[in-house]
């Protein structure tokens, strides 16, 4: 047992550094939940009789915001509307949230981890309750296919750099 005491306080000490100070790069999720949800069904109940399969459109967001020194909410927002010839069959508004924890991460990685890491921890959390909410408005539940957010991620930073290199090559004339 006094093994067992000593190995933890090794490690315990080794976390913490040689100053006593917690220099380890940790990032993880605190919880999730939900922040806002809003489920639409302006035709009931004549949707119900619509023989036509309506067309699925989802939009994503990401969000994060500081909440302390090293606590950052981030926000996946989905918005889904399925529209019939008819007119609109029903639209969800998710914002499903996480609190995330970061310390000692260079400002790249923190970037990264709540850009792309994060939504997709929270995602399939995220899906379930979009599934739930269209069958819960009387619809079969809509399964949501999985989401590179990494890949998304990288391209948009690609695009990022590009319109910052586009702009910085003094093609674009100046304002009057």
Request: aromatic residues 8%; hydrophobic residues 40%; proline residues 7%.
């Amino acid at each position: 047992m006094a093994d067992d005491n000593n190995v933890l306080t090794d490690l315990d000490n080794q976390a913490a550094g040689a100053n006593g100070a917690d220099n380890q790069p940790t990032a993880a999720v605190i919880t999730q939940y939900i922040k806002d949800l809003s489920v639409e069904n302006p035709n009931a109940p004549d949707v119900y009789q619509w023989t036509d399969q309506p067309q699925i459109d989802v939009q994503f967001n990401i969000g994060a915001d500081p909440v302390g020194e090293e606590v950052h909410e981030v926000t996946l927002k989905v918005n889904i509307t399925a529209t019939a010839e008819k007119g609109q069959a029903y639209i969800i508004e998710l914002a499903y949230c996480g609190l995330i924890g970061i310390r000692n991460l260079p400002e790249e990685q923190a970037h990264a981890f709540m850009f792309a890491e994060a939504p997709r921890i929270l995602f399939p959390f995220a899906r379930r309750v979009i599934a739930d909410a269209v069958r819960d408005a009387g619809f079969p539940p809509l399964m949501m296919d999985p989401i590179d957010f990494n890949g998304l991620y990288v391209q948009q930073l690609q695009a990022k750099r590009e319109a910052e290199a586009a702009g910085a090559g003094g093609d674009t004339p100046a304002p009057n």
